[in-house]
């Protein structure tokens, strides 16, 4: 890989550990049928979120800051 595609995935994985961070984990909505008579059909929406653990924060961290390093110090 060349260097600007270090720096480039360096800052991805950077943008995801901060995301990961301060966002709390991944939030996503569930629709489920309440009530089904007939023509008449009730839906309710969920919101979820699955936690993301800081050990894999602190993962893509480390590897951003790595991939980063490796883009700004490679010779061409």
């Known amino acids: 890989?060349?260097?600007?595609?270090?720096?480039?995935?360096?800052?991805?994985?950077?943008?995801?550990?901060?995301?990961?961070l301060f966002l709390e984990g991944i939030g996503y909505v569930t629709q489920e049928t309440v009530l089904d008579v007939g023509p008449?059909?009730?839906?309710?929406?969920?919101?979820?979120?699955?936690?993301?653990?800081?050990?894999?924060?602190?993962?893509?961290g480390i590897g951003g800051l790595l991939a980063l390093t490796l883009g700004l110090r490679k010779a061409t």
Request: no cysteine.
């Open 1 to 20: 890989m060349g260097r600007t595609a270090w720096i480039v995935f360096g800052l991805v994985l950077l943008a995801m550990s901060a995301g990961a």
């Open 40 to 60: 008449l059909e009730v839906t309710a929406e969920e919101e979820q979120r699955v936690p993301v653990p800081l050990w894999i924060s602190a993962i893509l």
